[in-house]
Nanobody, 125 residues
């Protein structure tokens, strides 16, 4: 069992930056694919970024390429999402997710096994 706890959300102005953190329990964190998703009311949860197992590939949604960076610190069992040049359309609840079934690029929510509780990000114009 893996527990994920996100932090770092908040309310910012367009153009600002935020860094989301996700702390994971579990001794095999480095072997999990980790992802960040976001969801707005009435829409499906969408992938933002994915980091494969340690040293593996990363994936970014087109809407965040060049602005967001996913990183992980396996020694701290943590994954981060650095969000720069934020836009109002980035407003959503952001979720951290872990997949123990997959180690590479994982972009479908159904392929993740564990989820955090979510953290709200609000970007005003």
């Amino acid at each position: 069992q893996v527990q994920l706890v996100e932090s770092g959300g908040g309310s910012v102005q367009a153009g600002d930056s935020l860094r989301l953190s996700c702390a994971a329990s579990g001794r095999t964190f480095s072997s999990y694919a980790m992802g960040w998703f976001r969801q707005v009311p009435g829409k499906e949860r969408e992938v933002v970024a994915n980091s494969g197992w340690s040293g593996g590939p990363t994936y970014y949604a087109d809407s965040v390429k060049g602005r967001f960076t996913i990183s992980r610190d396996n020694a701290k069992n943590s994954v981060y999402l650095q969000m720069n040049s934020l836009k109002p359309e980035d407003t959503a609840v952001y979720y951290c997710a872990a997949s123990e079934r997959h180690q590479g690029v994982v972009i479908l929510a159904r392929n993740y096994d564990y989820w955090g509780q979510g953290t709200q990000v609000t970007v005003s114009s």
